[in-house]
């Protein structure tokens, strides 16, 4: 009797959830097409909320995903519709939300990540040409639109921030970065850097007490004027920068301004120069050959090269000759 060790396995959890499953897949050379399926579960209505484990009908989506193997992927998912069972609800009919895409979208959730995660180091274009070499087709506009949908959504109650310039485009837009200190995400991003749209926005933020920021004067002035309670502190780069700054003032101060190592000792004063006149060998310029003769090897024979078709018998290949032959002496 032989047992097996290894088991196939039907567990799709690690690519959605326990009311959706993988029926059938189709490969190509350049493309991965899985097919899922939903399985009658309840929902909530958009509109009233109330659960209905009636289903209407069925229909058919599809959605680039993540790629497998830098080949572009496709799912494509059967999924159904439920009768609200809300006599009074205005919605009869509603689709079941999917837990890896919004609705009427093209692309996971987990593509629209990627695609705004490599975005963000690269340009529109240059995250395209990426992308595609992942296996993933996107246009230049799709990842604007992308960027376009991204919403910041601010926390009245938050008390501890830190604000630092950002450079919309470097050396001419600038805008005012606001994250939360506590996990670090993004809050807010008001244009420009003067403390004018910082200003307004701790009016309506008033429980901040803690503020990290930089050395921007203006950002230190909207704060004190809007927050004077608040506690400001510089973040650990311009901690680390100033610190740097006031070592480097004490290394001017204690050190010269030139040392000088010589058979590993130190001195201030610049060791004397030692003039040596150095002259080839007289052997090795005797082994040098000055003629228009063909190079030969050390058996004689004559090495064949491109001497581009050039005369060396014509009364200027014979002048370059005695020349050389002159001035080696």
């Known amino acids: 009797m032989i047992r097996l060790k290894y088991f196939p396995t039907q567990d799709y959890s690690f ?37 209905s484990s009636t289903p209407h009908a069925t229909y058919k989506r599809k959605f680039q995903d993540t790629p497998i193997h830098c080949k572009q992927t496709f799912l494509h998912a059967n999924v159904y519709k439920y009768d609200c069972e809300n006599p009074e609800c205005d919605c009869k009919v509603f689709m079941e939300g999917l837990p890896f895409a919004k609705p009427s979208q093209v692309r996971t959730d987990a593509l629209n990540t990627l695609i705004l995660a490599t975005s963000m180091f690269l340009s529109n274009e240059g995250a395209g040409k990426v992308l595609s070499l992942l296996g ?35 050396g001419q837009t600038y805008a005012t970065a606001i994250y939360d200190l506590r996990d670090h995400h993004l809050i807010a991003l008001l244009g420009g850097r003067d403390g004018g749209p910082l200003k307004e926005w701790l009016k309506s933020h008033n429980k901040v007490r803690l503020v990290a920021r930089d050395r921007a004067s203006a950002y230190a002035s909207a704060i004190s004027e809007v927050l004077p309670g ?89 002048h370059q000759e005695k020349t050389r032959e002159k001035n080696s002496n």
């Open 15 to 51: 690519l959605l959830d326990e009311n959706h499953y993988v029926y059938d897949h189709i490969e190509t050379e350049d493309s991965l097409h899985i097919y899922i399926k939903s399985k009658e579960h309840s929902c909530a209505c958009p509109v009233c909320g109330k659960m």
């Open 136 to 170: 993933v087709q996107v246009s230049n506009d799709t990842v604007q639109r992308l960027y376009d949908r991204i919403e910041f959504i601010g926390d009245p109650d938050v008390e501890e921030i830190g604000i630092d310039d950002a450079a919309i485009r470097k």
């Open 230 to 318: 608040c506690v400001q502190v510089a973040d650990r780069f311009h901690l680390l920068q100033n610190l740097l700054g006031y070592m480097k003032d004490i290394f001017k101060e204690e050190m010269p301004p030139q040392i000088y190592i010589q058979d590993g000792n130190i001195s201030e004063k610049a060791p004397e120069k030692i003039l040596k006149e150095k002259t080839p060998e007289g052997s090795f310029l005797e082994s040098l050959h000055y003629g228009n003769t063909p190079p030969v090897d050390p058996s004689g024979n004559v090495i064949a090269y491109d001497n581009k078709k050039h005369d060396l018998n014509s009364a200027q290949y014979q």
